[in-house]
T-cell receptor, first 112, second 111 residues
Framework: GAVVSQHPSWVICKSGTSVKIECRSL??????MFWYRQFPKQSLMLMAT?????????EQGVEKDKFLINHASLTLSTLTVTSAHPEDSSFYIC????????FGQGTRLTVV | DAKTTQPTSMDCAEGRAANLPCNHS???????VYWYRQIHSQGPQYIIH???NNETNEMASLIITEDRKSSTLILPHATLRDTAVYYC????????????FGKGTLLTVNP
């Protein structure tokens, strides 16, 4: 199947700093990518839909000024968690669709 | 997207078949049944999908009832590495349509 790669796999940052997570489709182009967040023992919750060349679409309750999404090319979307706080600690996962949806390996963010 | 209902957890002995049920009684005519699984601390992995016919690939088989209101994912010879949360999702195929995840079924394969 198609390959979606996330970087980094895990990151620890201090409270108040910003963290950028990259999501790349390695062998296909993706005009749309999705960002999910998953808290321990919970299911994946869709945060936003990232559209190449246009603004992202955020799900209800997700702060667009806190979770900045950029989809500048057909193979790369980035999620920046701005002014991170401990409650932002979570597992962030991206996906891209090439007929079917393929997922990155996830990024474990810990804010201390 | 149509809502799906799955058991919270299931157990299976290693080497035996694992049969994971899913109810999707409100599925629309153009929606496919998809199965993904998530091994602990990894991103979800695509397993299989189907519309109305039974499907089989190298990972699993998918049995869809004639009325399409339910389906069963079959792992023919479960291994310890198949321990994961299995998600049954219905969506329109081929569109840039978001996937909505339910709680899934935690399958534990025991030695």
């Amino acid at each position: 199947g198609a390959v979606v790669s996330q970087h980094p796999s895990w990151v620890i940052c201090k409270s108040g700093t910003s963290v950028k997570i990259e999501c790349r489709s390695l062998d296909f182009q993706a005009t749309t990518m999705f960002w999910y967040r998953q808290f321990p023992k919970q299911s994946l919750m869709l945060m936003a839909t990232s559209n190449e060349g246009s603004k992202a679409t955020y799900e209800q309750g997700v702060e667009k000024d806190k979770f900045l999404i950029n989809h500048a090319s057909l193979t790369l979307s980035t999620l920046t968690v701005t002014s991170a706080h401990p409650e932002d600690s979570s597992f962030y996962i991206c996906s891209a669709i090439q007929v079917e949806a393929f997922f990155g390996q996830g990024t474990r963010l810990t804010v201390v | 997207d149509a809502k799906t209902t799955q058991p919270t957890s299931m157990d299976c002995a290693e080497g035996r078949a694992a049969n994971l049920p899913c109810n999707h009684s409100t599925i629309s005519g153009n929606e496919y049944v998809y199965w993904y699984r998530q091994i602990h601390s990894q991103g979800p992995q695509y397993i299989i999908h189907g519309l109305k016919n039974n499907e089989t690939n190298e990972m699993a088989s998918l049995i869809i009832t004639e009325d399409r209101k339910s389906s069963t994912l079959i792992l023919p010879h479960a291994t310890l590495r198949d321990t994961a949360v299995y998600y049954c999702i219905v969506r329109v195929r081929g569109s840039n349509y978001k996937l909505t995840f339910g709680k899934g079924t935690l399958l534990t394969v025991n030695p």
